[in-house]
């Protein structure tokens, strides 16, 4: 087994996750299995009880685990499944060793930090690496661990300690430090400042690792002299230093890392078993970004959820969203719409906030409303979904999203004007979505309905089923405490919302489409979990394919794109494989 540690210097934020993806990617093109970890330094025992304004979006893996957005990266770029134990934070270590002290397995001994902590550290970093992340489940051969925060900090020093004595235990020919730094540029002076990450690296040395590679965050491409000067200072030779500058598309930083020789150094310091051939995966990752440079065409999806500030809070949405965009060859244009801005309440306080935003709405080609919690901002989503739905604009609708089409459903189709979650109301006289029974309020933390569950399509003329290949079922993951009524669930189906897909008991409603409208579908699991680039999720590619205009034709042709619209036309590229130049979708079940 072979370990590659991703640490990070001066700043947090600096895109150790998409490096240490990208590190993944280009050594899975090279026919290896490779894993990855996140750490965490925080104590918290996951993710799921964070604000999305704190760390971004509560990722869900199949398991059931909620987890750093890094692991959707690390899913996405290299198409894995990981579980939650890929997730390691301080929360989890410490609540391990102390379950392990209460029940006396350590005999009596003074329980610290170094051994025991660090210790715990390394015993679960070498198990989890083991573990099979791919569907032929054979074990990874090489792991690439990313230790989040910066290099420094009081709460990561246990995992330092912990690598610093790791080295030696799996001996220096399977352990290799990825360190990432900022080198600034400032717009005073324009030159290229190294003294940050000089800093850094002594910093880390102190610590007891040494860097093997030094890559090099950057807005522009480094100079040679740069290069030099760290090479220098911080005791590498200059192919060790790597500069990953600002690229128009995240797919190029594999590539980028592949231009520099980072397939050859690997092969010399870690002893790999590669090939040294034309990687045909690399090829399908030079053809996206190439495509992604050049489309044309735009498509607008306006977005209405609550935490629009930071699009890290829809890390997952947005990709979904890229993915199908880019398999249809348009350029995606996100409108962020803050829900609340939709409401009357703004209208009387910011007249001007108020109409910019129904402006952005009604200039969308489509409109998505994803998942999220809490009351804030519900009714600015709800007027979202009404005008949609007159409208007839592609409509979709996430997890907290498809509740709400169908309390606007329920109000001005039905006539119930006072329909409500009871997340909201709970004293509103027509319930129409529900807590549900594992729901445990008493505790906040992992007790969701969570992870991949599956879902049975009950009518065979569904939209969704169709652009899901016409399969019978799909496992999709969750994240939700509240359902639809499914008691009420026949008055919607007698005026035209029907509820196409259910769980595998068939009580609890999974799908939504309403007739007589060319997408207005609601999802109450996550697909955006499971979207890859090359393998776009279906729901959110009819979004797509709706807003664009090109969903009728679509469906009549058998669900397969006109040559015009397919993966490699444009491209002007000779790749052999075949799924560049014709759009297939995962086999879901």
Known sequence: MKYILVTGGVISGIGKGIIASSVGTILKSCGLHVTAIKIDPYINIDAGTFSPYEHGEVFVLDDGGEVDLDLGNYERFLDIRLTKDNNLTTGKIYQSVITKERRGDYLGKTVQVVPHITDAIQEWVMRQ????????????????????????????????????????????????????????????????????????????????????????????????????????????????????????SIYRVPLLLEDQGMVEYFCRRLDLPIEMRPRRMLTKWKEMSDRSDRLLEHTSIALVGKYTKFSDSYASVIKALEHSALAINHKLEVKYIDSADLEQSTQQEEPVKYHEAWQKLCSADGVLVPGG??????????????????????????????????????????????????????????????????????????????????????????????????????????????????????????????????????????????EDHAYFVGVQYHPEFTSRPIKPSPPYFGLLLAAAGKLQSYLLKGCRLSPRDTYSDRSGSSSPDSELSELKFPSVS
């Open 129 to 248: 690496a083991k573990v099979s992340v791919d569907d032929d489940g054979v074990e990874p051969q090489v792991c690439v661990i990313e230790l989040g925060g910066t290099v420094g900090d009081i709460e990561s020093m246990p995992f330092i300690e912990a690598f610093r004595q790791f080295q030696f235990k799996v001996k220096r020919e399977n352990f290799c430090n990825i360190h990432v730094s900022l080198v600034p540029q400032p717009s005073t002076t324009g030159e290229q400042k190294t003294k940050p990450t000089q800093n850094s690296v002594r910093e880390l040395r102190g610590l007891g690792l040494s860097p093997d590679l030094i890559v090099c965050r950057c807005s522009t491409p480094l100079d040679t002299a740069v290069k030099e000067k760290i090479s220098m200072f911080c005791h590498v030779e200059p192919e060790q230093v790597i500069c990953i500058h600002d690229v128009s």
């Open 373 to 514: 919690f809490g009351v804030r901002g519900t009714e600015g989503k709800i007027q979202a979904i009404n005008w949609a739905r007159k409208q007839k604009k592609p409509f979709l609708g996430v997890c907290l999203g498809m509740q709400l089409a169908v309390c606007e459903f329920a109000r001005n189709v039905l006539g119930w004007q006072d329909a409500n979650s009871t997340e909201f109301d709970p004293e509103t006289k027509h319930p129409v979505v529900i807590d549900m029974p594992e729901h445990n309020p008493g505790q906040m933390g992992g007790t969701m309905r969570l992870g991949k569950r599956r879902t049975i399509f009950k009518s065979n003329s569904s939209i969704l089923r169709k652009l899901y290949g016409d399969t019978e079922h799909v496992d999709e993951r969750h994240r939700h405490r509240f359902e639809v009524n499914p008691e009420l669930k026949h008055h919607f189906e007698k005026k035209g919302l029907h509820f196409v897909g259910q769980d595998t008991e068939g009580q609890r409603m999974e799908v939504i489409e309403l």
